[in-house]
């Protein structure tokens, strides 16, 4: 076999080389089952629902999450990031091709009468032209082109994760918010009920002390309950407008121009499956970026790696000159060259090892902040987990309470009326039943929003109809 043969095989045989250590995803020890439940940790065969929030079956918040997801201008500032990680890896998949530039240079110039060697029949003005194509190519052989590539993917598809996250955050802050607007329409109800009853109660008083049945003492009591329960509803109702601009704001509409009507009724608490899994490891956006991250740190070890060692690259040119007159591609203007180019560090100063050290360590930030983000999105879950389950505990505590009161109020009325008790005792019973009611409503609008917070720390939810 001729030497030449060997070589190319040989050359061949290199560019297969990497100088990055093997992958592995960095390793998080993880319980096989959560304590707050009887879920597991997701398979890759798991899938989950891209529109999650339909889960709650609420027209209005389906149509407020299309208008999230074509207006929010820091969704848009989002696409528009991993639109430039697509380009830049884009970019850099052209260093594994040969690189082809053409040039031409027609000049009119004077050379100086007093430049060294110039003949003495050699004009001092002339033309000038040049047409050049010329070509590189870098062998790549010990990897660091291909390692360039795969970390410049890895940050792509980071960056798309990335994306994916944002949009979940913000569908999230949107369900929150929503959901929040829900409970506080309800309570806003409750106490214009309320207020109802204590106009009627006052009206009642205050016949009872026209005609000098009861004191002054009872009439200022229901006076007072009277417009407590109208700051509380002016509380409520500041508190809608600051949620209801906030919503504006995630949909891209000014607070100015935005508004909703009160919700007719509470949101439904959707059905979590008891065998539900986590969703977390690839699953989760967040973790699938985190461990591209890691992906892309180890690769550029790999391109540290290669810069100890000597870059061969093909270089080629072709072209023509003359000096104005005659045809560039004639035999006696051409010009040519070829052959190989090899660029060997000799010193540096310690920038390569440097450069290395510095990569290692990248690697290593980027592998703590993976596990770091594993131990997170299960605290997530877990949380939202014991949640739902002690908020429901609390709701069904708080609906037995509010049953109560209401009992006791309506006995309060009646022995007032029947001059058996101190209209104290009804502002103390009206009073009871007005803030147990609030606190079943409030329970329950946690108990919601921490539904939201388990699908969205399961990555957007489950798929319909697979448990």
């Known amino acids: 076999m001729r030497r030449e043969s060997v070589v190319a095989l040989m050359l061949l045989a290199l560019q297969g080389c990497s100088m990055a250590p093997t992958y592995q995803v960095p390793r998080v020890d993880l319980p096989a089952d959560y304590r707050e439940g009887p879920w597991h940790s997701a398979q890759p065969s798991d899938r989950m629902a891209p529109q999650w929030w339909t889960f709650y079956n609420d027209a209005r918040l389906n149509s407020l999450q299309q208008q999230l997801l074509k207006a929010n201008p820091d ?27 053409a040039s031409a240079q027609p000049l009119r110039q004077r050379q100086s009468d007093s430049r060294p060697l ?13 047409a050049e194509f010329s070509l590189s190519y870098d062998l790549d052989l010990w990897g660091k082109i291909r390692n360039q590539v795969a970390a410049g993917d890895a940050k792509a598809h980071a960056s798309g994760d990335e994306l994916a996250v944002a949009r979940l955050n913000l569908q999230h802050q949107l369900a929150t918010l929503y959901v929040q607007l829900n409970g506080l329409d309800v309570q806003r109800r409750t106490l214009e009920r309320s207020l109802d009853d204590f106009s009627q109660a006052l009206q009642l008083t205050r016949n009872r002390y026209e005609g000098q049945i009861a004191s002054e003492l009872d009439l200022t009591r229901a006076q007072s309950q009277l417009a407590q329960a109208r700051a509380q509803l002016d509380e409520v109702r500041g508190q809608r407008n600051l949620t209801e601009h906030a919503i504006g704001e995630l949909v891209g509409v000014t607070a100015s121009d935005f508004s909703l009507p009160p919700s007719p009724h509470l949101i439904a608490l959707p059905l979590i499956p008891a065998q539900l899994p986590s969703h977390l490891l690839q699953r989760r956006p967040d973790i699938a970026a985190a461990e591209r991250r890691v992906f892309a740190a180890n690769a550029n070890i790999g391109v540290a790696r290669a810069a100890w060692y000597p870059d061969f ?69 877990e949380d939202n ?15 037995a309470a509010a049953d109560a009161a209401q009992h006791t109020q309506t006995l309060a009325m009646n022995s007032y009326q029947a001059g058996a008790v101190s209209y104290l005792e009804v502002v103390t019973a009206q009073t009871a039943a007005l803030q147990a009611q609030r606190a079943l409503q ?17 990555g957007g939810g489950w798929e319909p109809g697979t448990f």
């Open 313 to 381: 690259s093909l270089t080629g040119l072709i072209g023509g000159q003359t000096q104005g007159v005659g045809n560039l591609l004639y035999a006696g203007n051409r010009y040519w060259a070829l052959g190989p180019l090899v660029n060997l560090p000799i010193f540096n100063g310690g920038r390569l090892s440097a450069n290395e050290r510095q990569a290692k360590a990248e690697f290593e930030e980027a592998s703590a902040q993976y596990r770091s983000q594993v131990l997170k999105a299960v605290r997530e879950v």
């Open 75 to 101: 969704l848009a500032a989002a696409l528009a990031h991993f639109d430039a990680a697509q380009a830049y890896a884009s970019q850099l998949h052209a260093g594994l091709f040969p690189q082809i530039n």
């Open 385 to 399: 987990l014991a949640q739902l389950r002690d908020l429901q505990r609390q709701a069904e505590d708080e609906q």
């Open 118 to 130: 110039r003949g003495g029949t050699q004009p001092s003005v002339y033309n000038s032209d040049t």
């Open 442 to 458: 409030a329970a329950q609008t946690r108990q919601l929003q921490a539904s939201v917070g388990l699908l969205t720390a399961l």
